[in-house]
């Protein structure tokens, strides 16, 4: 099946998910509202391969980790507003000084990110790479 086709299937079965969801996230309950997530399956992974060798490339990392940073960014809205109103993509700098990152994500548990941010935001780790020469660099 197409991916095309694939989300053509999936999105009724979401439009149902989020007439019952919309009060258990109102409510707080996000556990109880992705209970019955319609979790969209593809039968090929979405894969590119890249044009030229990733160590001559610059990476970017995109994440659902919920981070902004603190007294600088308005705080992830961890609840959708399904709606047409784009979502909000924080930019983290490279070089942002980690101790002023705070996680507003309610979905999952911080636990283990909170011990080291590199589970979900491998800032380090992909400095390390590009000092390896594995990566080009890393967008900004």
């Not at 991916?3 to 109102?26: H, R, S, T, V, Y």
């Not at 007294?71 to 490279?94: C, K, M, N, W, Y």
Request: glycine share 6%; no cysteine.
């Amino acid at each position: 099946m197409s991916d095309i086709k694939a989300l053509g299937n999936w999105q009724p079965k979401f439009e149902e998910w989020k007439k019952a969801a919309q009060p258990l996230l109102a409510s707080g309950k996000p556990k109880e509202a992705f209970a019955s997530y319609p979790w969209m399956r593809l039968d090929d992974p979405p894969f590119q391969r890249p044009e030229k060798p990733i160590r001559e490339s610059r990476v970017a990392l995109v994440t659902t980790g919920g981070y902004s940073i603190e007294g600088e960014q308005q705080p992830f809205e961890a609840v959708p507003s399904f709606d047409d109103t784009p979502a909000r993509v924080l930019e983290i700098p490279l070089d942002v000084n980690q101790e002023k990152l705070t996680i507003n994500h309610r979905g999952y548990d911080h636990r283990f990110a909170e011990q080291d941010i590199n589970v979900n935001l491998p800032l380090d780790r992909l400095r390390e790479l590009v000092e390896a020469g594995e990566i080009g660099s890393v967008a900004q």
